[in-house]
């Protein structure tokens, strides 16, 4: 029934392009209702059982924002509304710099999808570039597509490739699949939009089957003081013991963090990235995550201040086209420094 329904969703047209103009209204809710149907490059450095200094709460510390970190688009209407934008441009000219094949095809390694009859969950999947790596392994009517942004979706249906993925609007945050449900989770450059990432990695333990395998890519934070100003003020850039404590607090075991990185920037990660880490963690029990978590840091339904948002938006989307250079910055600096010598 669970799947029918999600072909289903595939089918009809109207569950990516329905979406009210305040956006954010998920249709996904009736595919499946909780509790009813039972829900690397050379620089590539795997950790295990890494150890993470501090703590944070079950909510996680890096959804308070400080003043020096208001991360305006680390929300779900702001980051519903940069997609609408971005998605225009998004397979062609964002991804190009911060986003290969190759690092994608490294990411996805630890999350050992090689068996066709996998049943995978994309969550964030966007325009489906990297549900494009997980169909080389995986078949695509066993893939299911979820994203916030119909006008990504929209995208990635139109890939031939992904013809036969499942496609759903729906939140990271609260996903519209039964418990026990996929043998593997990957998500891929959506964290640092979610305004608790802590919840979002909780939700991918629950739709896991036991043994099944999260893998969340995503960015790392900057070290470099400039970069870490745009950075915190764009979105979230997690440092890498974050990721392992919410894979852990989740209740996730086995839990790996793999480098990557566009090869031009030869290791170099003081500007942060984008695409930055592969985190993996196996689930070890059937069942919902033993972490629970209190209400949604972000109400979308709540209606917001539309002053606040633009302001939200326009200063986010500027500190975003920092780093639309820093790749090419680091692009130029590549072919002018001779090879062996840092960058
Ligand atoms: C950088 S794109 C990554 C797309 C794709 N995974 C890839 O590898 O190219 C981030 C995606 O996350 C989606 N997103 C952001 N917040 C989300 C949320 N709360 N729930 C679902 N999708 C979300 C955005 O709409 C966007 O398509």
């Not at 500007?271 to 629970?292: A, F, N, R």
Request: aromatic share 12%; charged share 25%.
């Amino acid at each position: 029934m669970a799947s029918l329904m999600l072909n289903g969703a595939h089918q009809n047209p109207n569950l990516i392009s329905g979406i009210a103009p305040n956006g954010l209204n998920f249709h996904n809710k009736c595919l499946f209702q909780k509790g009813v149907l039972s829900h690397g490059n050379k620089l590539r450095v795997v950790r295990k059982n890494f150890t993470p200094k501090g703590s944070m709460s079950a909510s996680s510390s890096s959804s308070s924002r400080p003043g020096s970190q208001p991360r305006f688009i680390q929300h779900k209407k702001e980051a519903f509304w940069f997609y609408r934008f971005l998605s225009i441009v998004y397979d062609h000219i964002i991804n190009p710099g911060h986003w290969t094949e190759d690092m994608r095809d490294e990411a996805l390694e630890p999350a050992d999808l090689y068996n066709r009859n996998l049943r995978v969950v994309d969550v964030g999947g966007g325009t489906g570039f990297t549900t494009l790596g997980i169909v080389k392994h995986v078949d695509a009517k066993n893939v299911t597509i979820l994203d916030q942004s119909p006008h990504q979706l929209a995208k990635a249906k139109q890939k031939e490739p992904l013809k036969e993925c499942k496609i759903v609007e729906g939140d990271a945050e609260d996903l519209p699949f039964p418990t026990d449900y996929a043998d593997r989770y990957v998500s891929a450059g959506s964290i640092e939009y979610w305004p608790d990432p802590q919840r979002g990695i909780t939700e991918a333990y629950r739709v896991l089957r036991i043994g099944g395998i999260a893998c969340v890519i995503g960015p790392v934070h900057p070290t470099f003081w400039l970069s870490r100003f745009f950075a915190d003020v764009w979105m979230l850039f997690p440092k890498e013991e974050e990721y392992i404590e919410w894979f852990k607090k989740a209740g996730f075991k086995d839990v790996k963090l793999k480098r990557i990185g566009p090869k031009w920037y030869r290791g170099v990660r003081r500007h942060g990235l984008i695409m930055g880490c592969s985190v993996t963690g196996v689930k070890p029990l059937s069942g919902d995550s033993p972490l629970q978590l209190g209400p949604k840091v972000e109400d979308v339904k709540k209606p917001v201040n539309p002053f606040v948002f633009l302001y939200r938006f326009i200063l986010g989307t500027i500190a975003s086209t920092y780093f639309v250079l820093v790749p090419i910055y680091m692009w130029i600096k590549d072919k002018i420094v001779p090879r062996g010598m840092p960058i």
